[in-house]
């Protein structure tokens, strides 16, 4: 088979590295901006190589949503089977490009998207098949763990852990999305459609853990927890609900004991109660190697469907959890169970509780308490 290659920054890199390793398998042409143009291997005609009559597999690495919702869409309405690491653009997107395939006889594949080179989502469609899947809770992001693994095992502050992140490549120049939660964002959102077969719905707006400090891990410390950066969901019936936030874990919980940049996740159902996974959930041959396994599943026949059969609708209420909160401001008439040296408690509250704080106080640390 044929394929092209959308983007050359490291996960593109990699790609190309591995194509090579594949039998059957035919790199011919890269898209780059038009100042990194070297011809005849790179081009900036995007859009002429995701339609040419020859290409069959496209492989789409870009960062951003433009021009990769462009390419994709325009190799998916020419029966291209599409590849694609990048999640900003498949969480909003998703559906139609379902539709696009469905229709015009590509397919697209998406399990770089999200947890990097743990085959996560593929597990996702293989358990999905049998029975309903319950629920997940998983570490989706590298950077906050590392950034929090610093912070409790070496006492730094989060500006220290996070300037450590990026001088070793883990965290942008930019890391905004890492630590404020939006890249987990768009990981759930992509998880919740395949793991409910649902189109998208719009989930809570996710807690990153920039409002931390060497205090909150103190306080972990000394109630046997440690703190961890999660997304957690459940599905019951034709409702979900989905919260991205920092969370207090027991320290013999799984998740409490993923380590610096690593990844994990829990799927649970009724057949195997919970499943767990580890692993890089990023870096340039990890997300390269699940696009490969993705391009192999092409080649053999063999892709798992992607079927966004319901309309489910997202209801808080379904996970009603316990919260802690740190605010310099009077939080008592929210009803906490609990409030002492600066922290306050509350126990078995929705989601809703997140808005009613941050209207006193934008600035509070809120996170879950298991």
């Not at 920092?246 to 649970?268: E, G, T």
Request: proline letters at 3%.
């Amino acid at each position: 088979m044929n394929a092209v290659l959308l983007g050359y920054g490291t996960i593109g890199k990699g790609v190309e590295i591995l194509c090579r390793q594949v039998d059957g398998l035919d790199l011919k042409e890269v898209f780059v901006l038009p100042q990194f143009v070297d011809l005849p291997y790179f081009s900036n005609n995007g859009e002429e190589m995701v339609t040419r009559e020859d290409t069959d597999i496209v492989f789409e690495c870009l960062s951003g949503t433009e021009p990769a919702n462009m390419l994709i869409t325009k190799a998916l309405e020419h029966g291209k089977h599409v590849i694609t690491s990048n999640k900003a653009v498949v969480s909003p997107n998703l559906e139609r490009y379902v539709e696009l395939a469905k229709k015009h006889g590509g397919s697209i594949q998406i399990e770089a998207s999200v947890a990097g080179g743990i085959p996560f989502l593929d597990a996702v469609l293989k358990l999905q098949k049998l029975e309903d899947i319950d629920g997940y809770e998983g570490i989706f992001n590298g950077t906050s763990n590392y950034i929090l693994d610093q912070m409790q095992n070496n006492g730094m502050a989060l500006e220290t852990a996070l300037k450590q992140a990026q001088a070793l490549g883990y965290a942008e120049a930019d890391p905004t999305n890492d630590i404020e939660g939006i890249d987990v964002f768009y990981k759930a959102n992509i998880t919740n459609m395949l793991a409910y077969q649902t189109k998208n719905d719009t989930i809570l707006p996710p807690l990153g853990i920039s409002k931390l400090n060497t205090k909150d891990i103190e306080l972990a410390k000394e109630n046997g927890k440690v703190i961890r950066h999660i997304a957690r969901s459940v599905q019951e019936g034709n409702e979900f609900a989905t919260i991205i936030a920092p969370v207090f874990l027991s320290k013999d919980n799984y998740l409490a004991n993923v380590p610096s940049n690593y990844n994990a996740q829990l799927l649970h159902a009724h057949s195997f109660d919970q499943i767990g996974y580890f692993g890089q959930g990023a870096g340039q041959l990890a997300t390269a190697q699940a696009m490969l396994a993705n391009a192999l599943d092409t080649m053999d026949g063999t892709e798992r469907a992607i079927d966004l059969k319901y309309d489910k609708k997202v209801n808080n209420d379904l996970l009603k959890e316990d919260w802690i909160v740190r605010s310099g401001k009077d939080l008592s008439g929210l009803g906490p169970d609990k409030a002492e040296d600066g922290y306050f408690f509350f126990e078995k509250r929705s989601p809703d509780l997140i808005g009613d704080v941050q209207k006193i106080d934008a600035d509070a640390m809120i996170a879950l308490w298991k």
